[in-house]
């Protein structure tokens, strides 16, 4: 079992940044690949980012691909999002996924993952 503790949302003015941050717990997060989900209200859960085992290989939303960086250490257990550049539109929830693939094949799907957190409000005022 994998427990995902996300951190680091907030309130921020538009053109600002935040750094989110996914904490696993578990001796085999090394050989997880990570993804990053969002949920805004009255809308489906939708793909931001996402990350292989190794951290070689990045998969990013259209949507955020400038704005946003995926990175993952596997020393500390954990998946960084660095949200940048933010818009109205990016306010969310946001929520960090497992997937025991190092390689998720389809990672923009959110059934490929086995586990998730609770997430991490970002709101962005205009």
């Known amino acids: 079992q994998v427990q995902l503790v996300e951190s680091g949302g ?9 750094r989110l941050s996914c904490a696993a ?9 990570m993804g990053w989900f969002r ?4 809308k489906e859960r939708e793909f ?11 998969y990013y939303a259209d949507s955020v691909k400038g704005r946003f960086t995926i990175s ?8 960084y999002l660095q949200i940048g550049l ?8 946001y929520y960090c996924a497992a997937s025991t693939a190092s390689i998720v094949r389809n990672a923009r799907n959110w059934l490929q993952y086995d586990y998730w957190g609770q997430g991490t409000q970002v709101t962005v005022s205009s």
């Open 72 to 79: 993952k250490d596997n020393a500390k257990n954990t998946v």
């Open 25 to 33: 717990s578990g001796r085999s997060f090394s050989s997880y690949s």
């Open 48 to 58: 931001v980012a996402a990350i292989s085992s190794s951290g070689v290989i990045l």
């Open 86 to 93: 933010l818009k109205y539109e990016d306010t969310a929830l």
């Open 10 to 18: 907030g309130m921020v003015q538009a053109g600002g940044s935040l």
């Open 39 to 42: 949920q805004a209200p009255g």
